[in-house]
């Protein structure tokens, strides 16, 4: 991986995201149940119960199991679960499969590493130490570290500022909506979430900028989100003209459509409008759309076409030739392609354009979501990829 210039640190939640804690949880909660009589919980139980600190663990687990015992002191409850936690937090609990290289490898570039945690401070401790996280890790927050757990971007700020990085210069990296919150409140530049973990709510639902399915992708998905070494630092990016599927209002993804009349005509506006700007060559998605716009340009430019297959829009699966889903971006795709595998697949296309020369700029000829994807590989705004049909618009790093 070639660390992005933008990024210094990457701050990481521990529990579902770093490590799978759930059975050293359940075996302390279901200890605490026994001792008032109760019966144990399941596994898929405690890990719908994790991730807003010790507190809540206990209350849902008491509530789940017949209701609060008959205690004045609620508080006694958590400290005697935490004296039973605490004395062996980590004989079941396991590194992610990746974990220990993809840190390693991180902190081989030159980034800093944090954790922030809604679990106490002594069982995080105790927990990276006897897994041997702790050389790999330069700040850490927990639970009990602020007067705020996540969701508050309060102790993220805080492994921040121990960083002595800027929220513009970090990733957040958890594995449910208390990480992306605190990520999203606190302005990190970058908020992923893992597929795997204990989200009580889908993973594609939540407001990440993307869903990293294992801990290794991490590396790539870092790289790709902001400038990379290789490929033009700008290009001239052109959305094929009209089709019949924008008229009906119907997803086309991987299908063959034809342009409308409209289209046509769009594209040889088009073709007007780049004769003036200077382009060095035409690269094009193999889609019949792509390419009627970019034979049209093409004959104005007196340029040749280079198709691109890695240029073509996402593959939607059973979801092509339907309606647009409400939140097209995070739908799920039966038999299709999901985000992280369309984003890297155009970024490896862009990355093998030639880039800027003396002669001019690469035009691209392709499609709405391949715009979204060439501004996530070059870190800019995904709302600034939106583009009407057949209008040239210059993307820079």
Known sequence: MLQ?????????DLDGTLVDSAEDL??????????????????????????????????????????????????????????IYEADPSSRTRPYPGVMETLTALRA??????????????????????????????????GDSYPQRKPSPEPLLGVLRDLAVTPSRAAMIGDNEHDVAAG?????????????????????????????????????????IRPHSRGPDQLIFCRHGETVSNLGGWLAGSQDVVLTERGREQAAEAAELLRHKNVSAIYSSPLRRALETAEAIATVLKLPIVQVPGLAERNWGELEGGAFPADLAR??????????????????????????????????????GTARA????????????????????????
Not at 32 to 59: A, N, W
Not at 115 to 132: E, Q, S
Request: glycine content about 8%; hydrophobic content about 45%; overall charge neutral.
């Open 374 to 397: 060439i501004h996530a590989f070059f870190g800019l705004p995904q709302d600034d990829a939106i583009t009407p049909n057949g209008q040239p618009m210059i993307i820079r790093r």
């Open 109 to 142: 570039q030159g980034l800093r590493i944090g954790v922030c945690t809604n679990k106490p401070m002594a069982a995080t401790t105790r927990l990276l130490a006897d897994l041997g996280l702790t050389p790999l890790v330069d700040a850490v927050a927990g």
């Open 184 to 224: 999203r409140a606190a302005g990190m530049a970058l908020v992923l979430v893992m597929a795997y973990g204990y989200s009580r709510v889908p993973v594609n639902e939540l407001p990440a900028d993307s869903v990293v399915d294992q801990f290794t992708n991490l590396l790539t998905r870092l790289d790709l």
């Open 26 to 83: 359940r075996a302390a909660c279901n200890a605490l149940l026994t001792e008032y009589q109760r019966p144990p919980l399941s596994l898929p139980t405690i890990k719908s119960f994790i991730g807003d600190g010790v507190p809540k663990l206990v209350e849902r687990s008491m509530l789940a199991s017949g209701g609060w015992p008959d205690v004045e002191d609620r508080q006694a409850l958590v400290q005697r679960f935490l004296q």
């Open 331 to 368: 739908a799920k795709i039966p038999g299709g392609e999901s985000l992280e595998a369309f984003e890297q697949r155009v970024a490896t296309a862009i990355a093998s354009i030639p880039s800027t020369t003396e002669q001019g700029l690469p035009l691209i000829v392709a499609h709405a």
């Open 4 to 12: 992005p210039k933008w990024l210094e640190a990457v701050v990481f």
